[in-house]
C-alpha cells in the first residue's frame, strides 16, 4: 500500500519569506499523480497544485512550486511571498495511475506571523 | 462557478441512529468520491462512483452504503452510528478521465454522534 509522510506537523514563518514543506511518499507503481492541498479554518480542501510522476518538470502556479524528486520519492512544496492569507493545514496526496482514492499523509499546519 | 454541494452542513445523531449524506458535483463531473475526517486526522477515502457504478472501494465501514443515481448526485448512507463515526464527512466531483488533474471538494458535512 502507498504511504504519504510528512514529517513536519508545524511550519510557522515570517509574512513575505519563503517557506518548503515536506512530503515523502512510498509507492511500486510508475503512474501516479500527487497533489497538495490546503485547508483553512473554514474547513475547505482546496486543490494548491499538482504533479504528474510522468513530468520530469516541476510544477509551479503562482507563488506556489513543487520540487518533484521521482527517484527519491519526494514532493516538497514552496511557497514564496508568504501571506497570510497562506495560513492552513497543507496535505500532501498520492493517488495511484489506476486507482480514484487519495492517500493523504498527516498534514503540515502552517503558520504565517505577521 | 458552481461547486460541490454538500447537504447537511451539519447534523447531530445519537448513537445507533441512521443518517444519510448528500453530494451534488459540479454540473457535467460524472464521478464522485466520499472521504471521512476525523478530528485532526488526513482525510480517508471511502468510496467513489462513475456513472452510477461503484468505481472504487477504500476503508468504508459496512454500516455505511453509498450510491450514485442518474442526475449523477451522490447520498451517502450510515447506520447504526457510532461514537467513532463523528467526523467531517467530504465529497469530491470530477469528470472521468480527468481525475489526474485533481477533485474539487465540497464544503463538507460536520457529523456528531452524541
Known amino acids: 500500500a502507498q504511504t504519504v509522510t510528512q514529517s513536519q506537523p508545524e511550519m510557522s514563518v515570517q509574512e513575505a519569506e519563503t517557506v518548503t514543506l515536506s512530503c515523502t511518499y512510498d509507492t511500486s507503481e510508475s503512474d501516479y499523480y500527487l497533489f497538495w492541498y490546503k485547508q483553512p479554518p473554514s474547513r475547505q480542501m482546496i486543490l494548491v497544485i499538482r504533479q504528474e510522476a510522468y513530468k520530469q518538470q516541476n510544477a509551479t502556479e503562482n507563488r506556489f512550486s513543487v520540487n518533484f524528486q521521482k527517484a527519491a520519492k519526494s514532493f516538497s512544496l514552496k511557497i514564496s511571498d508568504s501571506q497570510l492569507g497562506d495560513a492552513a493545514m497543507y496535505f500532501c496526496a498520492y493517488r495511484g495511475g489506476g486507482a480514484d482514492g487519495l492517500t493523504f499523509g498527516k498534514g503540515t499546519h502552517l503558520i504565517i506571523q505577521p | 462557478a458552481a461547486g460541490v454541494i454538500q447537504s447537511p452542513r451539519h447534523l447531530i445523531k445519537e448513537k445507533r441512529e441512521t443518517a444519510t449524506l448528500k453530494c451534488y458535483p459540479i454540473?457535467?463531473?460524472?464521478?464522485v468520491y466520499w472521504y471521512q475526517q476525523g478530528p485532526g486526522q488526513d482525510p480517508q477515502f471511502l468510496i467513489s462512483f462513475y456513472e452510477k457504478m461503484q468505481s472504487d472501494k477504500g476503508s468504508i465501514p459496512d454500516r455505511f452504503s453509498a450510491q450514485q443515481f442518474s442526475d449523477y448526485h451522490s447520498e451517502l448512507n450510515m447506520s447504526s452510528l457510532e461514537l467513532g463515526d463523528s467526523a467531517l464527512y467530504f465529497c469530491?466531483?470530477?469528470?472521468?478521465?480527468?481525475?489526474?488533474?485533481?477533485?474539487?471538494f465540497g464544503s463538507g458535512t460536520r457529523l456528531t454522534v452524541v
Open positions: 454540473p457535467r463531473h460524472d464521478t
Open positions: 469530491a466531483s470530477s469528470s472521468q478521465g480527468k481525475a489526474h488533474y485533481g477533485y474539487t
